[in-house]
């Protein structure tokens, strides 16, 4: 699940670089149409992520901690979490 995850985002960043860099004479038009269509296209790697059930390392850092502090996880499952996911998204 991580490690599709870092796939949807360097996939949504590549999509977002290609398509917003080569907007080419549109872009001297209005100034802010390439900013604006980049924002739009990154966030589809989230919805990508949210659909398929992935885990990014950011995710994985403010929720593990609080099943820690609420006793439903140890500090073993907090450092298995946190390894497997860093490690997939990095992958």
């Known amino acids: 699940q991580s490690f599709v995850s870092g796939c949807y985002?360097?996939?949504?960043?590549?999509?977002?670089?290609?398509?917003a860099g080569n907007?080419?004479?549109?872009?001297a038009a209005a100034p802010g149409l390439q900013k604006m269509v980049f924002g739009a296209l990154f966030p589809v790697n989230l919805l990508l992520?949210?659909?398929?059930?992935?885990?990014?390392?950011?995710g994985n850092t403010a929720t593990v901690p609080m099943a820690v502090l609420e006793g439903k996880a140890t500090m073993g499952d907090l450092a298995r979490?946190?390894?497997?996911?860093?490690l997939g998204n990095i992958l």
């Not at 992520?49 to 950011?58: D, E, K």
């Open 23 to 27: 907007i080419g004479p549109a872009a």
């Open 9 to 19: 985002v360097g996939f949504a960043g590549l999509l977002s670089l290609s398509i």
């Open 49 to 58: 992520i949210l659909n398929s059930g992935g885990q990014l390392f950011t």
């Open 81 to 86: 979490s946190w390894t497997v996911s860093i």
